[in-house]
């Protein structure tokens, strides 16, 4: 390539908007229809298991007798069979990913559970990291109470 040429190419970069984003400060609007995070409604679950059921991975284990219902979203694949099998609508495909976690952290939600001030007293006596979006528990998705 000639000086000429590369002088020309460095001028007009110069002046042009930069091809790409400054991630993660900026982001790019999801498209329509994007495949994204699975969010759980707690309140309206009647804890039927169909959802975890109709899962090809195993990512949702939901125990009716705890009234425990928790997601595993490294093991999710996104399909949306969950979203589709709930007829009482507590399952959303979203149309962004799950958040970036550091750890495998296991969402866990479950029902009756106690008041915000119990559930930060049990939480810090178990030494537990703080709940993601509203659900809660540990690498084992053994802990916690939350709705
Ligand atoms: S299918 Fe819906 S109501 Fe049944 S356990 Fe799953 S989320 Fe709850
Ligand atoms: S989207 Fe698919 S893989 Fe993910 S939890 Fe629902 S059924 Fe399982």
């Not at 400060?25 to 298991?49: L, S």
């Not at 030494?127 to 916690?144: V, Y």
Request: proline share 7%.
């Amino acid at each position: 390539m000639s000086f000429l040429r590369i002088s020309n190419v460095v001028t007009k970069s110069a002046f042009r908007r930069p091809a790409t984003r400054l991630y993660p400060f900026e982001r790019r609007e999801p498209f329509k229809g994007t495949r994204g995070h699975i969010a759980f409604e707690i309140d309206t679950c009647v804890f039927c298991n169909l959802c975890a059921k109709k899962c090809p991975t195993e990512a949702i284990v939901c125990d009716r007798k705890e009234k425990r219902w928790q997601i595993d979203h490294l093991k999710c694949i996104l399909c949306g069979n969950c979203v589709d099998s709930c007829r009482k609508g507590c399952l959303t495909q979203m149309n962004t990913p799950a958040p970036p976690m550091t750890a495998h952290h296991v969402e866990v939600f479950k029902a009756d559970a106690q008041t915000p001030e119990e559930f930060e007293k049990e939480r810090a006596k178990a030494g537990n990291p703080a709940p993601a979006r509203g659900g809660c528990g540990d690498e084992d998705g053994d802990s916690c109470a939350a709705s």
